[in-house]
């Protein structure tokens, strides 16, 4: 893939990571920040331009489809530039003094109304495929709900024993230096890689959206439905969106934190997550956090 071809990994690289699980690098307290903090990874593309490297098939087809826009934009543009750019020069008063009379010419107005009506069809066809695979609803291995709240997410795994916590986002003050400003979530949504994740949404006050730009997904939360969608992630990582519908004064402070990891260590969490948060039967507002600097 193009995109995560160019896309250059901050923080910890793999082998470097595998030296401080190992205990050879560093101290032994920066040893366990940075395993605390070897989550927060954020794959960021080239110069911070361009979107972030696809993560699941939907946004390699979403990226696929915007370059194609992009070509075909650019082409027109230089066409249409290089027109007027001709016709300015060769026209002008000074080399053609005396007007043409030409009102109609039927071959230029047949290729000027054909050409856009082929490209419009061109386009579509990508268009089409990428939005049907987007919208279906493929057999999934795994179902997790998002439910948007003045100002967080609270995620339930449904078929895990109704496994339900909060996810806060972390205030500014007590972030650890890798962790991403703003982005960074206290309980991130974990999910297996490779796993076909079932994604439903709702909200509980006002209209949310959950939205992770690397896995091309972005779904409205509405109060009183249950909309989905649903996203695979091919590779591992901790991948980071925001809800992305003006919900009030916090919007920017609901940040949406999702952890790609291997099955086997999505068991373990599994396993621990039910029993930190067995005693919840569900999300609470009354969990909101004052999200203070
Ligand atoms: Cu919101």
Redesign the pocket.
Same mark, same amino acid.
């Not at 809800?243 to 009030?248: A, K, M, N, Q, R």
């Given at each position: 893939m193009r995109s995560a071809r160019s896309a250059r990994r901050i923080c910890w690289s793999p082998s470097r990571r595998a030296l401080q699980a190992s205990g050879v690098w560093g101290a032994a307290g920066l040893l366990h920040a940075a395993e605390s903090a070897g989550a927060s990874a954020q794959e960021l593309p080239r110069w911070q331009l361009w979107h972030p490297p696809a993560a699941t098939p939907s946004a390699a087809m979403i990226e696929d489809l915007h370059l194609l826009l992009f070509w075909v934009m650019a082409a027109i543009c230089a066409l249409v530039i290089g027109l007027m750019v001709y016709v300015a020069l060769r026209f002008r008063e000074g080399r053609h003094p005396v007007p043409n009379r030409t009102t109609h010419n039927t071959l230029v107005e047949v290729v000027w109304t054909v050409l856009p009506v082929v490209i419009l069809v061109l386009i579509a066809i990508p268009s089409f495929r990428t939005l049907y695979n987007v919208d279906r609803i493929a057999e999934a291995d795994l179902t997790v709900k998002a439910t948007?709240y003045?100002?967080y997410w609270g995620y339930e795994y449904p078929d895990q024993g109704a496994l339900a916590f909060d996810s806060l986002p972390v205030a500014e003050e007590d972030l650890e230096p890798d962790q991403p400003r703003l982005l960074q979530a206290d309980n991130a949504l974990v999910v297996p890689v490779g796993a076909r994740v079932r994604l439903l949404t709702t909200?509980a006050d006002?209209? *949310?959206?959950f939205a992770v730009p690397a896995f091309g997904v972005k779904v409205d939360?509405v109060p009183g439905r249950t909309n989905e969608s649903w996203f695979q992630a091919t590779r591992e990582g901790t991948f980071y969106g925001q809800?992305?519908?003006?919900?009030?004064t916090n *919007?920017y402070f609901?940040p949406i934190m999702v952890r790609v990891v291997p099955q086997a260590e999505f068991d373990t969490w599994l396993r621990a997550a039910q029993e930190e948060f067995a005693s919840r039967s569900g999300p609470s507002l009354a969990a909101a956090a004052d999200p203070g600097g």
């Open positions: 948007g003045q100002w909200a006002v209209i *949310h959206s939360a809800c992305s519908e003006l919900c009030g *919007h609901m």
